[in-house]
């Protein structure tokens, strides 16, 4: 999978009415054995790690978002990665 597909995430169900998928982009693998790959959610905007998801091709809806994404993050210069308590993780992407 190309770095920048669009892909819906398959969410663990449960029996509450969470969604149960979500819409990223393909970020690449994270490099563990159980072929986790990592995404941009387009809803948060955060870095996410996932194991079951289907590639779709990318509506216009999902390029508006990305722009608005991008103008979000330019008081960043760039999209950033945080942890759950918003501390910004380095490119552990290489």
Do not use: C
């Not at 994270?30 to 959610?41: K, P, V």
């Not at 905007?45 to 091709?57: H, M, S, V």
Request: hydrophobic share 35%; net charge negative.
């Amino acid at each position: 999978m190309a770095v920048g597909t669009y892909i819906q995430l398959h969410e663990e169900g449960d029996n509450s009415i969470s969604p149960r998928t979500s819409w990223a982009l393909a970020l690449g693998p994270t490099g563990n054995d159980q072929g986790g790959h990592y995404f941009l959610s387009l809803h948060s905007g955060k870095r996410i790690n996932r194991y079951a998801w289907t590639e779709l091709l990318m509506p216009n809806e999902v390029v508006k978002q990305i722009h608005r994404l991008a103008r979000a993050a330019e008081r960043y210069e760039g999209i950033v990665f945080t942890d759950m308590q918003g501390i910004i993780l380095e490119d552990q992407m290489q």
